[in-house]
Antibody, heavy 114, light 112 residues
Framework: QVQLQESGPGLVKPSGTLSLTCDVS?????????WSWVRQPPGKGLEWIGE???????NYNPSLKSRVTISVDTSKNQFSLKLNSVTAADTAMYYC???????WGQGTLVTVSS | DIVMTQSPDSLAVSLGERATINCKSS????????????LAWYQQKPGQPPKLLIY???IRESGVPDRFSGSGSGTDFTLTISSLQAEDVAVYYC????????FGQGTKVEIK
């Protein structure tokens, strides 16, 4: 059973860059799967951010595409999220997931505040 | 984008009774060549990540109780909990994966 674990700063300043990493254990990231990022603002619903295949192909939510970069490091068995020009509206629990939701990390809360 | 709309936003059901959640997509999520609907259902309990219940619109994930069932095709889908248990109190989301991925807004299920 694949396990995922998010890590990164819990506090980001407005206009800064949110950077998170998802470590994959219990299996290789270089499989025929997509690796996703999903976020959930406090008290609200789920929003799919984007996904990456181990070869580097990506798909992004059109509403976030201009600010998002997802990358993969197969040597470390991890993938990463960068979200630029953040505002308070980007405050959320950020989850990484396999294939959009087959397996999930526990999530990490990121707050955007000065 | 494919927009997913769930109804109702919340519902209260007595223990042992049936709960029905609907999900409508703005365009078909049926891939005709494979005859598969690219639609999944998730359950999220407070303080936990979502959990996959159903994929391909009607296939239960391993370990999911058989009181959960999914049905529908094309643009209209339903998640049914045949006999609501206390542990089923949660928010339920549909998700399409036909064209990238989008979630519905969620349906909160409570005990009446």
């Amino acid at each position: 059973q694949v396990q995922l674990q998010e890590s990164g700063p819990g506090l980001v300043k407005p206009s800064g860059t949110l950077s998170l990493t998802c470590d994959v254990s219990g299996g290789s990231i270089s499989t025929n799967n997509w690796w996703s990022w999903v976020r959930q603002p406090p008290g609200k619903g789920l929003e799919w951010i984007g996904e990456i295949f181990h070869g580097g192909s990506t798909n992004y939510n059109p509403s976030l595409k201009s600010r998002v970069t997802i990358s993969v490091d197969t040597s470390k068995n991890q993938f990463s999220l960068k979200l630029n020009s953040v505002t308070a509206a980007d405050t959320a629990m950020y989850y990484c997931a396999k294939d959009g939701g087959v397996n999930w990390g526990q999530g990490t809360l990121v707050t955007v505040s000065s | 984008d494919i927009v997913m709309t769930q109804s109702p936003d919340s519902l209260a059901v007595s223990l042992g009774e049936r709960a029905t959640i609907n999900c409508k997509s703005s365009q078909s999520v049926l891939y005709t060549s494979s005859n598969k609907n690219y639609l999944a259902w998730y359950q999220q309990k407070p303080g936990q990540p979502p959990k996959l219940l159903i994929y391909w619109a009607s296939i239960r994930e391993s370990g999911v109780p058989d009181r959960f069932s999914g049905s529908g095709s094309g643009t209209d889908f339903t998640l049914t909990i045949s006999s609501l248990q206390a542990e089923d109190v949660a928010v339920y989301y549909c998700q399409q994966y036909y064209s990238t991925r989008t979630f519905g807004q969620g349906t909160k299920v409570e005990i009446k």
